[in-house]
């Protein structure tokens, strides 16, 4: 057989996808008045999504545990690599860490410091090379090399849902509300980082296309755009970094999901791209 990867439901990688690279998924949770609801299994709506009262949490160590193990037995010896949300960000990447050293050392666990299909990328790229042969150590380096090549932006509608997570400064807060500022958010050493304030949706969405250019540089480069529940806007973002980056091997469109959309607010964009990521077959999609 070959390695297996793991991966969280905050990854945002298309089922198809994970199919194709027979990638696991655990999923993340969703915590509101309908009790604890399971991304990517039970049915989570945007009225849920957007109350002020839902909050989230990671992925548990029974659920962790049930999937490492029939990983870990499918992969006949091989071996399972599992590719987890940002540790400063979520528990799941310390509830991975507990798990695998009770399974023991064939499973290795990756922080991917990001979010969205920034986890998603190195995911792939991980499951990449295990279809390639790679043995436990080159697939969980192909990962690393992943998150070490990848560039996350966000940009938000509002910040009530940023207020409410505790994702954002209380000056930063203030400041957003008070003159209704579009903030534009980078994912920096695992942690969501403001790098503009922008007076309109506008002009965030062109500040965050520009920092995703020049981060992609001339070569070729995976993309990622994600929503919550603005599929027009991404279908622009889309079409915008289509004409202005030279060499897209991969265009991929998501959506954020109940996890990262509970953070970020209705009406949210975010672009991930990954420039050591190549060859990803997107015919399935």
Known sequence: MTVIVVTDSAARIPAALRERYRIREVPMHVLGADGDLREGIDDIGQDVIDHPDTTTSGAIPADLEEVYSQALEDSDGDGVVAVHLSRRLSGTWSAGRLVADKLG????????????????????????AAGDGADRDRVYEAAIRA??????????????????????????????????????????DGTLTLTEKQRTMTRAVAKMIDIAVDAAGSGPVSVGVLDNFAPELTEQVAEE???????????IRADMGPVLGSHVGSGAVAIALCTSLVGIDTSVL
């Open 147 to 188: 998150t070490s090549t990848t560039e996350c932006v966000v940009c938000v509608q509002q910040l009530d849902n940023l207020r409410h997570s505790g994702r954002i400064s209380a000056t930063t807060k203030l400041l957003g509300s008070a003159l209704s500022i579009k903030p534009v958010l980078q994912i920096v």
């Open 241 to 251: 970094l289509s004409s202005r980056l030279p060499k897209i091997d991969a265009l």
């Open 105 to 128: 050392p064939k499973i290795r666990i990756v922080d991917s410091r990001s979010v969205g299909l920034g986890i998603g990328f190195a995911a792939l790229a991980a499951a990449q």
